[in-house]
Each structure stands twice: as structure tokens, then as C-alpha cells.
């Protein structure tokens, strides 16, 4: 049960703008107990889905703050990123599994309003296919 707490929380800080990756405790899991898959795909799924919801919440409430010296982007790069989500609209959260981007999409999905529901269908989907794959390649590797 700890296992499966402790892939929670990774693939949850994964999905926040934290530099943490879950990718290795799943497949360390997935080793481990093999038989387990489904459940470890759900929580692995779960725990990052959720971390990029909290990255949603922070770009609905956080643009107000933009013009603060603080503001970990400059107004010209949070102009760029909104352009370029306008540009490539809710599809562009199919890339939110993407190592270094798709963390900060999933918060500018949120500075632009981006609807809840059709966030977590995009990217739950995205996600939950990104961790699909890597069980799909972690079991057939490891059966060798």
C-alpha cells in the first residue's frame, strides 16, 4: 500500500511545475508486481491528472498577479505562451505528458479559461496513454 502512495505522490509532483518525474517509480512498481498493472495505471494516471488540475486552478487564479515583479514570467513570455495556446487551442494538451512544456501548458490552459471538463478529458487522456505505453514497454521488456 505504501508503493502505491508513494507513485501517487511522484506522478502527482511530476504534473506540477515541481522538477520531480514519476516515471521511474511506475516502472519500478510495474517490475516489481506485474500483476498489478491496472491498478498502478489508474494511480499513476490519477495522481498526475490531478497535479496538472492544480496547475489549471493556479492559471485560473494567477493572472491578476502578472504584473507583480515577482511573477516567475516576464509579460512578454505569459503574452507568448497565451498566443501560441490561441494558436493551437485545446488540442495542444495532448502534448501535457511532454517532458519541460507540458507543465507549463496545463497552467497557461488554465490562465486561458480553458473549459474543466474538456481539460481533464484532454489530458487525462494524454497522460493516462503516456503511462499506457510505458507499462506496454516495461512488461514486454522485462518478460525477456
Known sequence: ?????SLFLAAFGAATLLPLQSEAVLVGLLIRTPSAVGWLLLI???GNLLGSIVNWLLG???EHLRDRRWFPMKPQQLEKAQRSYQRY????LLLSWVPIIGDPLTLIAGVMREPFWRFVLIVGLAKGARYA???LLTLNWSAF
Do not use: D, E, K, N
Not at 500500500?1 to 502512495?5: A, E, I, K, N, V
Not at 487551442?89 to 495542444?92: L, M, R, T
Open 89 to 92: 487551442g485545446h488540442w495542444s
Open 60 to 62: 485560473r487564479s494567477i
Open 44 to 46: 499513476a494516471t490519477a
Open 1 to 5: 500500500m505504501l508503493s502505491y502512495g
Open 133 to 135: 505505453v510505458l507499462a
